[in-house]
T-cell receptor
């Protein structure tokens, strides 16, 4: 299982772009990179998933370099409501049947007015 | 709307008592999971189930038990053998075994009286 490392906490201000980087040096060929967001007293929810290069949706962008040993979640123009914990996970597409997914401590993002 | 329902939202346990946390999903997902989250920590896997009538221990299964008699239901029992049960419990499901994204309920917070 690929272990991930991400900063414990980050601060930002409303309207700024926030980039959270995750390291996953032992990522395997079948592994995808997935980011989740968790608000207090709620379950995590899926934000974005990618395999390589860049993925963008209505919420965020995910940048993955060619060696795939790291990834960066980019949140454009954050607001106070983006204050949450963000988890980076690496896991395969389910085909290898080895499981599992490891939710580390995540990155606590605090957005200030 | 499809989703995962966990109940109750708050639960209190007396010493020596077993309590059962409910998890129901109407997403027609085959796989279901139980996690435990302690304050400021990531999620730790308790049990998971790939199909009906089959389940496996996760990383911290001691003091917990589960059943999977129906596809849509995966109740977790916190037994008296679990000496430190105070935590936030999250249930999740996926279409296939360890595929992503995981869909989470909004959790049950268990406290000791």
């Amino acid at each position: 299982l690929a272990k991930t490392t991400q900063p414990i906490s980050m601060d930002s201000y409303e309207g700024q772009e926030v980039n959270i980087t995750c390291s996953h040096n032992n990522i395997a060929t079948n592994d995808y990179i997935t980011w989740y967001q968790q608000f207090p007293s709620q379950g995590p929810r899926f934000i974005i998933q990618g395999y390589k290069t860049k993925v963008t949706n209505e919420v965020a962008s995910l940048f993955i370099p060619a060696d795939r040993k790291s990834s960066t979640l980019s949140l454009p123009r954050v607001s106070l409501s983006d204050t949450a914990v963000y988890y980076c996970l690496v896991g395969d597409d389910g085909s290898s049947n080895t499981g599992k997914l490891i939710f580390g401590q995540g990155t606590t993002l605090q957005v200030k007015p | 709307d499809g989703g995962i329902t966990q109940s109750p939202k708050y639960l209190f346990r007396k010493e020596g008592q077993n309590v059962t946390l409910s998890c129901e999903q109407n997403l027609n997902h085959d796989a279901m999971y139980w996690y435990r989250q302690d304050p400021g920590q990531g999620l730790r896997l308790i049990y998971y189930s790939q199909i009906v009538n089959d389940f496996q221990k996760g990383d911290i299964a001691e003091g917990y038990s589960v059943s999977r008699e129906k596809k849509e239901s995966f109740p977790l029992t916190v037994t008296s053998a679990q000496k430190n049960p105070t935590a936030f419990y999250l249930c999740a499901s996926t279409p296939g075994y360890w595929t992503q994204p995981q869909h989470f309920g909004d959790g049950t917070r268990l406290s000791i009286l």
